[in-house]
């Protein structure tokens, strides 16, 4: 492993970090969360699928899929297919 490998698991560990306290505090109803914090992360989430981009780009791997909803509207199946 690469040092931009290490680089993109290290901000995918602080995304995955950060994710659980600001959702927690977009369900509390007496917490407010502007619109500039949750603009801030989804920027963060933008900059890493696209850093993500680039690299399965660079090792010309294709992954394509969907998602898929179940009849219990909280779980989600991704379906991923290799090519």
Not at 12 to 36: C, F, H, Q, W, Y
Not at 38 to 47: I, K, M, N, T
Not at 52 to 58: D, H, M, P
Request: negative net charge; aromatic residues 2%.
């Amino acid at each position: 492993m690469n040092r931009e490998d290490r680089e993109l698991l290290a901000e995918l560990g602080r995304l995955n970090s950060d994710v659980v306290p600001l959702a927690m505090k977009i369900m509390d109803e007496s917490v407010t969360v502007t619109a500039e914090e949750q603009y801030a992360f989804a920027e963060r989430l933008v900059a890493m699928g696209r850093q993500l981009e680039r690299r399965a780009s660079a090792m010309q791997l294709v992954v394509e899929g969907e998602v898929v909803s179940s009849p219990n509207a909280d779980e989600h199946t991704i379906r991923v297919r290799q090519t």
